[in-house]
């Protein structure tokens, strides 16, 4: 007897939206994806690039746990690199330039050629609630859609506004209307908004660049990929395309610096918190100002586009004031500006309101994945939605949940750091965020998720025998180096050289990898449960200002409760020992 279908609606089809339809789809359930214009699908608005320091990790995790965005990557990658190669294996990461139409052509097509999955074209204006669970959506033409859980992913849509200089214009990116209704419809149920920014820079024309004074910067070889060579039915590659690299110098700066006033963000004009590792230029000139100069990336958008992406100089300047600085940096003296930059002000949910499966804490049902919860970055809204569209699907049917410890992967780390500490300022994902680095390289990680992966539903028996294969390969080569050395099993040339640098790795941290794993069990045998019903200002010997921290987070554990902002060592000790005398009365009663 088959599995009945169930119904998940997804709201938006970004990258957040787009994992979270295709894992809940994956995991057994109906989907519904209601998004505001179907020929958006999956763009890429702002760099077109997928990867990264630590976003790297992020995408060999969603593609270890059978998500779409790492083979959509590299179907439509024009130029790849590995980063920090001077590094070790633990920071090291893939990032790769993608073609900016194809690789939206590529998700609309995957999106709408699903069988498991329906798109429904339509602006959600509200959800609708009843005794405490989500029931489905309203959207703004009147019509009413019944879900059985629904999974929010609006990017920066929420009350989204363009800003370019003294220019505002509401929406979530250009030509695109914002979600203005849908913002007041979550204040009312209670959830805490704030005001987030982001940007992006001018468009050049490709054809107005001296690039003879510029620095090449070709792709490595080979081309980085981050579907496994042994998976079956790999996209192929496209040719590519070389990027540039040019910088800032003193007069582009002063110029910014004199015009400093005409930019929204130093007027007043946004309230919104932007990234602080991904600044404008004018926050580079004003917080670096010793310095001469700054990198900028000119990056092309794709095989048959004339627009290229000056990374490093996204800005909210008035349009005539960008096409001025930009002429004063190297190569871009005669350059055309197609398109100005602008900054996007949007709100996002306080994402303490969430558990650690991206669930509502008093909505049930309820999904949030991607940049309203306050982050930043393609890689970090496509982990979000994959965790919160499987643990959608598998709430429903029955099936185990989909959580990552710190310990297990990246998402586990990003998505608890923002259930506990919330975020001030758009969160972006980075290596030393994560204590338990060396266990969690972006070239294992499907031997650390291939097993939750399987039991939620997100990857299938075979997929889930070919990584317990991989792994064994990885074991035996490993073994063979131990026995004979790292340089005799190179020179025996009998192993793939992506199997021999899994191996490899394991050997330069064994000694640091047999320490964390020790102290990852230790930190685990040290968090004790906590009941999410906790009455904290009940508690001797917690101060009120803990028990509000307490409260508004409502941990799960000892271990999470000890990473909320501002509580102290003797309100964990506290709330540690009022934890174990609960656990040793519930022994005791069971024993009688």
Excluded at 49 to 67: N, R
Excluded at 213 to 240: H, I, K, T
Aim: proline fraction near 6%; hydrophobic fraction near 40%; charged fraction near 25%.
């Amino acid at each position: 007897m088959s599995t009945p279908r169930t119904r998940v609606l997804v709201v938006g089809a970004g990258h957040a939206g787009l994992e979270a339809a295709f894992a809940a789809a994956r995991v057994g359930a109906e989907v519904l994806v209601v998004t505001g214009r179907i020929d958006t699908v999956g763009q890429t608005p702002c760099n077109p690039s997928v990867g990264g320091v630590a976003k790297g990790h992020l995408v060999a995790e969603i593609e270890a746990l059978g998500g779409f965005m790492g083979r959509a990557a590299d179907a439509t990658a024009i130029h790849g690199k590995v980063l920090n190669t001077r590094k070790g294996p633990a920071v090291q990461a893939t990032r790769v330039q993608v073609d900016k139409a194809r690789y939206g052509a590529y998700a609309q097509a995957a999106l709408l050629e699903d069988p498991r999955i329906q798109t429904l074209e339509g602006l959600v204006a509200a959800l609708r609630v009843e005794s405490g669970r989500v029931r489905g959506v309203e959207l703004v033409d009147g019509s009413y859609v019944e879900a059985e859980a629904v999974v929010v992913t609006t990017g920066t849509f929420l009350g989204g506004v363009l800003h370019t200089g003294r220019s505002m214009v509401p929406g979530g990116r250009v030509n695109e209307p914002p979600a203005k209704a849908l913002s007041l419809c979550l204040r009312a149920l209670g959830f805490d908004l704030k005001r987030l920014k982001t940007g992006t820079p001018a468009r050049l024309h490709k054809d107005s660049i001296d690039y003879a004074q510029l620095q090449a910067q070709p792709s490595d070889d080979p081309f980085p990929r981050f579907v496994l060579p042994d998976e079956p039915d790999a996209p192929p590659r496209l040719p590519d395309l070389p990027c540039h690299l040019t910088y800032t110098n003193p007069r582009t700066h002063a110029l910014i610096q004199a015009r400093l006033h005409e930019s929204p963000m130093y007027s007043g004009q946004i309230e919104g918190v932007g990234p602080r590792y991904c600044p404008s230029i004018e926050d580079k000139v004003v917080r670096f100002a010793g310095r001469d100069q700054h990198q900028v990336f000119l990056e092309p958008e794709g095989l048959d586009s004339d627009l290229v992406y000056p990374n490093g100089i996204s800005t909210s300047l008035p349009a005539e004031v960008q096409i001025e600085f930009i002429r004063t940096i190297a190569g871009l003296e005669h350059a055309e500006m197609v398109r100005p930059g602008y900054a996007v002000e949007y709100d996002a949910v306080d994402a303490r309101a969430l558990t650690h499966r991206l669930e509502s804490k008093d909505i049930a049902g309820l999904f949030f994945a991607g940049q309203i919860n306050g982050t930043s970055g393609y890689e970090e809204a496509g982990a979000q939605g994959l965790v919160a569209g499987a643990n959608a699907a598998a709430a429903l049917l029955e099936r185990p949940a989909l959580e990552i410890a710190r310990d297990q992967g990246y998402v586990g780390v990003m998505i608890d750091d923002l259930v506990t500490q919330g975020c001030d300022e758009p969160y972006r994902m980075f290596t030393s965020r994560a204590e338990f680095r060396i266990v969690l390289r972006e070239n294992n990680a499907d031997e650390r998720l291939s097993e939750a992966g399987f039991a939620t539903g997100t990857i299938d028996a075979a997929r889930r025998a070919r990584d317990e294969s991989r792994c064994a390969r990885v074991d035996h080569v490993e073994a063979r180096m131990r026995k004979q050395g790292e340089a005799a099993v190179e020179a025996a040339g009998d192993v793939e050289a992506w199997i021999f640098e899994r191996a490899r790795s394991r050997l330069i941290y064994n000694g640091y990898i047999d320490r964390q794993r020790a102290e990852i069990e230790r930190v685990r045998g040290e968090g004790l449960p906590l009941p999410t019903d906790l009455d904290y200002f009940a508690l001797a010997g917690l101060s009120h200002e803990a028990a509000e921290r307490l409260a508004r987070v409502r941990p799960t554990s000892t271990a999470q409760a000890s990473r909320i902002p501002g509580m102290t060592p003797a309100a964990v000790a506290c709330l540690w020992a009022h934890a174990r005398n609960a656990q040793r009365n519930s022994s005791e009663a069971r024993s009688d």
